[in-house]
Nanobody, 120 residues
């Protein structure tokens, strides 16, 4: 069975840092595009960052460019999101997504999320 398990969320002060992890199993991880999405209460789920199957190409939402870094370790079947200079508007549930090439993210695999709260 496919599993995506996020971890690393929590409460952090503005300007602080967190590193999220997503551990994957049940599929050929090294063949999949991996992404981080986030969703705040009452808002739609938006893409934060994605990374190609081999880790050579990354994309970021404008709101996080220069602050967040996505990476992956295919030997560990794990994708990471390093979040620096956090702002209150980064507060959201963060979800891990896996999709094969040619498949939209909504039809891929999803984790259950990890909550990030940025507050004083």
């Amino acid at each position: 069975q496919v599993q995506l398990v996020e971890s690393g969320g929590g409460l952090v002060q503005p300007g602080g840092s967190l590193r999220l992890s997503c551990a994957a199993s049940g599929f050929t991880f090294r063949h999949y595009v991996m992404s981080w999405y986030r969703q705040a209460p009452g808002k739609e789920r938006d893409m934060v960052a994605d990374i190609s199957s081999g880790g050579r190409t990354t994309n970021y939402a404008d709101s996080v460019k220069g602050r967040f870094t996505i990476s992956r370790d295919n030997a560990k079947n794990t994708v990471y999101l390093q979040m620096n200079s956090l702002k209150p508007e980064d507060t959201a549930m963060y979800y891990c997504n896996a999709r094969d090439y040619g498949v939209q993210a909504r039809f891929g695999y999803w984790g259950k999320g990890t909550l990030v709260t940025v507050s004083s």
